[in-house]
């Protein structure tokens, strides 16, 4: 099976507080606190040279309405009610320790007591940030919606059979085949172009949220730039729950 090639992605630089080196970006033996950290400034879709990227414009301050604007055409992957009166956004890279590490140790948890109670909608946006993470990433969203989640997963406690400084596109498709993701399916979703414009307009979107590596979170509009433990999460969340609501931009 031959696998079409994904435009190049650039493995991020270190930022401070966080690990963004290129040795050790896709390893799971970076600081636990830490979290991944993107290249400000690169368009990881983009065939055009790093230095022909401008700077990024990041709005101030956003509005809830802001954060919650979608970007391209691909469907918000959102869990939880609709009308939950808090919105958490988490920012993903498929190679990310700690969005594996948050996912084990703090979404179970964050499922059971708040998004499964209605108090909390939980949205996963694509930020990818190298190689790997963004053919993997394409593969996420060539799953059914449905399947979504469970590959995500299956991403996440995997990676150690997937994630390398060379991708491994084919252990990659193994991956998404667990939940029906067939080779030819694969290598179509590779070579859509407006799959990979509209997966890079979420990171673009996200850049200019103020989104700088993974997990980054929104919780409303109040932006989150590292990884939380359960602890931590749980005492935004009820902080949230028992104070004001955000203010809600109106035209």
């Keep these: 099976m031959r696998l079409a090639p994904l435009l ?3 493995v991020s630089a270190a930022l401070a507080g966080c690990t963004g080196d290129a040795s050790n970006l896709l390893t799971t033996g970076a600081a636990p ?32 309405a802001e954060v919650l604007q979608p970007a391209g055409s691909l469907p918000e992957m959102s ?67 449905d399947k979504y989640l469970a590959l995500y997963s299956k991403f996440m406690e995997q990676q150690g059979s997937w994630v390398s400084q060379e991708v491994r596109t084919d252990q990659i498709a193994k991956v998404a085949a667990q939940v029906g993701v067939t080779g030819e399916a694969f290598s179509a979703c590779l070579a859509d172009k407006k799959l990979v414009s509209d997966l890079n307009a979420i990171k673009e979107r996200g850049r200019k949220l103020g989104i700088i590596g993974t997990p980054n979170f929104y919780l409303d509009n109040r932006l989150i730039k590292s990884t939380v433990d359960w602890t931590g999460l749980r005492t935004l969340i009820e902080a949230r729950l028992n104070g004001p609501a955000p203010v809600a931009k109106t035209n």
Excluded: W
Aim: aromatic residues 10%; charged residues 20%.
């Design 8 to 10: 190049v992605f650039v």
């Design 79 to 145: 869990f939880g009610s609709a009308s939950a009166p808090i919105v958490l956004i988490k920012y993903m890279s498929l190679t990310c320790p700690h969005c594996k590490r948050f996912h084990a140790d703090v979404f179970p948890e964050l499922k059971r007591t708040y998004i499964d109670t209605g108090k909390v909608r939980f949205v996963m946006r694509e930020f990818p940030i190298g190689k790997s993470s963004g053919t993997a990433t394409v593969a996420l969203r060539c799953a059914p919606a």
């Design 33 to 64: 606190d830490a979290a991944t950290a993107d290249k400000a400034g690169f368009n990881p879709f983009s065939t055009e040279p790093e230095t022909a990227i401008g700077a990024r414009e990041v709005i101030q301050n956003p509005t809830l």
